[in-house]
């Protein structure tokens, strides 16, 4: 692993089932985040985390939960999708101790809820 | 409300020089990046500014007047790898970012 790992790469999936994106780290970076990116608008970030056992809420909270049970890994769930969530998600990562705090993004899960 | 504005696509021809607007209205300011995004992938870090001037880094300059709420993304030697979205971000007073919409670029031959 080099980076950010994201799983899976895309999925299609019903609505009202659960469904997990997986977010591998191995930069050791303190910092984890999630965002979606949807045609038309910038970047939205959905949940947070500073450090490992921490979690904050982002701009676009609603329908997902994070975890930080370590320092590498941060999955996002949806509990519930429905198809206002079909979006291509993006893990991200930070060392927010640093002057510039650079976000490094995983290639990112594109999300179909039909 | 915090707005980050940027074109929403630009056009230019390989071997030339283009310019990237954004303008950013924002509660407070602690930096502004500008990342590159090809189609389907993952955006790059590109540039940081947080002091007003042009920091150049190869073929690309950015520029940051804090005064105006304004940055811009200089791209020289255009070449047709330079074809992507150009993001612009800044961090607020609470150190979260914000981002723009993006810059498609499309390089001509």
């Known amino acids: 692993i080099a980076g950010i790992t994201q799983a899976p790469t895309s999925q299609i999936l019903a609505a009202g089932r659960r469904m997990t994106l997986r977010c591998t780290q191995d930069?050791?970076?303190?910092?984890m985040y999630w965002y979606r990116q949807d045609l038309g608008l910038g970047l939205r970030l959905i949940h947070y985390s500073n450090t490992a056992g921490t979690t904050g809420k982002g701009e676009v909270p609603d329908g997902y939960s994070v975890s930080r049970a370590n320092t590498d890994d941060f999955p996002l769930t949806l509990a519930s999708a429905v198809p206002s969530q079909t979006s291509v998600y993006f893990c991200?990562?930070?060392?927010?101790?640093?002057?510039?705090?650079?976000?490094?993004f995983g290639a990112g899960s594109r999300l179909t809820v039909l | 409300g915090q707005n980050i504005d940027q074109p929403t696509e630009m056009t230019a021809t390989e071997g030339a020089i283009v310019q990237i607007n954004c303008t950013y209205q924002t509660s407070g300011f602690n930096g502004l990046f500008w990342y590159q995004q090809h189609a389907g992938e993952a955006p790059t870090f590109l540039s940081y500014n947080v002091l007003d001037g042009l920091e150049e880094k190869g073929r690309f300059s950015s520029f940051l007047s804090r005064s105006k709420g304004y940055s811009y993304l200089l791209l020289k030697e255009l070449q047709m790898k330079d074809s992507a979205s150009y993001l612009c971000a800044v961090r607020d007073s609470n150190y979260q970012l914000i981002w723009g919409a993006g810059t498609k670029l499309i390089i001509k031959p």
């Open positions: 991200a990562s930070s060392d927010s101790r640093s002057g510039a705090n650079v976000l490094t």
């Open positions: 930069m050791r970076h303190n910092a």
